[in-house]
C-alpha cells in the first residue's frame, strides 16, 4: 500500500514512480513529484521505485487563460 496525494493505492508489486503516472493518468512531463519528503526530477521518474509504506505527491500543472 502507498499513499498518493493522501488517498491509499494498492500496489501488486514495485513499480516505477513513472509506471505509476502512467497508470493514474498523468502526464509526467506535466507533473512535479515528492517521493517520500523528497523532490524527485523528472529524468530520474524512470528510474525511481515506490514499494509498500512509500509517500508520493503528485502535484499537476495546469495552463490557464
Known amino acids: ?11 501488486s508489486e514495485e513499480i516505477l514512480i513513472s509506471e505509476l503516472l502512467e497508470l493514474m493518468g498523468y502526464q509526467a512531463d506535466r507533473v512535479a513529484v515528492e517521493h517520500n519528503g523528497r ?5 530520474r521518474l524512470s528510474e525511481t521505485t515506490i514499494k509498500d509504506g512509500d509517500t508520493l505527491e503528485v502535484v499537476s500543472f495546469v495552463g490557464g487563460g
Open 1 to 11: 500500500m502507498v499513499m498518493v496525494n493522501g488517498k491509499e493505492q494498492e500496489l
Open 39 to 43: 523532490m524527485i526530477p523528472r529524468s
